[in-house]
């Protein structure tokens, strides 16, 4: 997990170059915590936040979300068969073609999606 982690900061460096002081919040997993994770933090301008020890609840919300993404998607299909691109291809389009733009998110006001809710509320030019 730690190396697909370093992958995914080296992407944003290549799709939108140094991202000096964007912070990067996360639980106290080995993959945030290992120190080529936070080797690659630094020398690509991140700041760290880690949640407290013993606060569940501090990410609760990205936990939601990685259980749905695996309810409504991963356990839907055979991934262990598939090719590591292949999955990133079934989140990527999960994520961006469904759940930011279609599904129902009883959070949000009005129910709306994601992408719809900043639409609607004027903070769509803030969307990366």
């Keep these: 997990m730690q190396i697909f982690m370093i992958d995914t900061i080296k992407q944003l460096r290549e799709k939108y170059g140094r991202l000096d002081g964007t912070v990067l919040y996360s639980d106290r997993g080995c993959q945030y915590t290992s120190y080529a994770f936070r080797r690659e933090l630094v020398t690509n301008g991140f700041i760290q936040s880690l949640s407290g020890t013993a606060h569940c609840y501090d990410n609760a919300r990205m936990e939601s979300f990685f259980a749905t993404l695996k309810k409504e998607k991963l356990y839907q299909m055979p991934t262990y068969r598939m090719k590591r691109e292949e999955v ?21 006001a009005g129910d709306l999606p994601p992408v719809a809710l ?11």
Aim: aromatic share 18%; glycine share 6%; charged share 10%.
């Design 88 to 108: 990133k291809t079934v989140i990527f389009r999960y994520i961006f073609g469904y759940y930011n733009t279609q599904r129902i998110n009883s959070f949000n």
């Design 118 to 128: 900043r639409t609607s509320t004027g903070l769509a030019h803030h969307a990366a």
